[in-house]
């Protein structure tokens, strides 16, 4: 694309996210400042739409963005704008680490006040840590990992494992591990298990690899992990309210969660903000929906997701601001002071 077209694109799609309207080539020529004739910019927007970045709806002869249209326009000409604190309702700044319910519930509801979209924060995980494991065959290829946390807890989960290990086996990787692991949180062992894997035995490597994974899935599925507040936001949507197919596809997403969680899982792994455009996560397959998140920390250790979820039609940067801001605002309500 040459610059002329990309100042069109950026154009239109600014046009679009303001006035919800598909952008002909009049006002395109107008907003833009470039002194083309409307035939040339008919010619270039012809080029955008064979790239598959604009879509022309039956109904008008403008045109709108598609998902890849906002997504080039998110990754190469948004402008963010410098953080402003002053115009933002803070988190309860002084609300103790100990309450970290009820700043999770605040930062969801403040994300979906600001953004009039859906706000959604994560739980905190906790660090989990095992004082004992022990691996129980209950048939071939078939392991029952029992885990004990120091204050009694008891983690069960059953893993299906590529070959079968005989009771001896089991019984020396749960005295290694053990002897080895014990008092380490599961992310410890992870990592731990990164450096060591080539010098650990073989089978012991794989049966802590599994037990770890089965252990984390099991503390995840324990724990209430997602809040959710703002989905009404969605039925005052322009975008959505004419159609009720997908307003009642949103909802069951809402209600299951389950790919939310997945969703929020993989942009904790990540600094900064993740933005999803158009399904193009794959968990959260919506063509009209977007999400903006980004990890929040206690003491320096990302420990959850936050973000806002709403039409592809939305104001990015200004989006970005508040989920940006709001992270800040958590981590610091949340941390030790």
Known sequence: MDDRAKTLLKTLVERYIADG???????????SGLELSPATIRNVMADLEELG????PHTSAGRIPTAKGYRLFVDAMLTAQPRQLQSFTPVEPKLPPDQPQRVIANAAQMLSNLSNFVGVVTAPRKATVFHHIEFMRLSEKRVLVIM???????QNRVIFTAQDYTSAQLQEASNYLTAHYAGLTLDEVRERLKGEVDALQREISTLMQAAVQASSEAVADSQEQVVISGERNLLTVQDFSSDMNSLRRLFDLFEQKTQLMRLLDVSSRAEGIRIYIGGESMVVPFEELSVVSA??????????????????????????????????????ALSSK
């Not at 309207?21 to 907003?31: D, N, Y």
């Not at 420990?303 to 709001?326: E, N, S």
């Open 53 to 56: 970045l604009i879509a022309s």
């Open 148 to 154: 004990v946390a120091p204050d009694g807890d008891v």
């Open 21 to 31: 309207q598909p952008v002909g080539s009049r006002t395109l020529s107008k907003a």
């Open 295 to 332: 990890p929040y920390e206690v003491d320096g250790t990302i420990v959850g997701t936050l973000g806002v979820i709403g039409p592809t039609r939305m104001a990015y940067d200004r989006m970005i601001q508040i989920v940006d801001i709001t992270s800040r605002l958590v981590s610091n």
